[in-house]
């Protein structure tokens, strides 16, 4: 089955908005997404895969700059189809955006990932990506509110 990798295109965003609910994340409307395609953003900060037609993963590219160290590429919401993680698609996409940014002229690229992921912490550090510094999200329920984050630990 051929898979391309591609910048996102407005009529992605459907498509887009379901992988990011798939993993339950948040900012998953169509007007958010729209936006990472609107000109303002051109060429496009989404990079998707396509199977046979159908998109099968997304990831967004930013382009930032830090003022001690240049132009840097930030990937944020990176996620392949349920059925189709574990086949390499999660690794071209990377080795796109790791282009990218370098055509970029960017001086690195960076993303953070949950300690209880490691599947995508695997793949990162395969790609080249160290730990950076370690932070721990800390989170005060209010009421009774509660909420995890976790990642599932064993492959589906
Ligand atoms: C993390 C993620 C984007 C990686 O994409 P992917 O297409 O599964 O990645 P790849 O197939 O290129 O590589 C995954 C590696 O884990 C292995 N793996 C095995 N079963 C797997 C599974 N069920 N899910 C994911 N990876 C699996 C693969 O074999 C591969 O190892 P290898 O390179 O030694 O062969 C994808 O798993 C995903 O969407 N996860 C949920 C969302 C998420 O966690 N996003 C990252 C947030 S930081």
């Not at 994340?25 to 989404?46: G, I, M």
């Not at 690229?109 to 490691?118: A, F, G, I, R, W």
């Not at 976790?150 to 589906?156: F, V």
């Amino acid at each position: 089955m051929e898979l391309t990798i591609r910048p996102g295109r407005l009529s992605d965003i459907d498509a887009e908005a379901r992988l990011n609910r798939d993993v339950g994340w948040c900012f998953d409307e169509r007007h958010t997404l729209a936006e990472y395609h609107d000109d303002a953003y051109e060429p496009s900060s989404v990079i998707v895969a396509e199977q046979d037609g159908e998109i099968v993963g997304k990831l967004e590219l930013f382009i930032g700059w830090k003022s001690n160290h240049g132009r840097f590429g930030l990937i944020r919401r990176f996620v392949i189809a349920p059925g189709k993680r574990g086949q390499g698609v999660g690794k071209q996409m990377l080795d796109a955006a790791l282009a990218h940014a370098t055509e970029q002229a960017c001086a690195f690229v960076e993303l953070s990932v949950d300690v209880t992921n490691p599947f995508a912490h695997a793949l990162y550090a395969r790609e080249g990506f160290v730990e950076d510094r370690v932070e721990v999200l800390m989170r005060r329920p209010l009421g009774t509110y509660a909420v995890s984050s976790e990642y599932p630990r064993e492959a589906p």
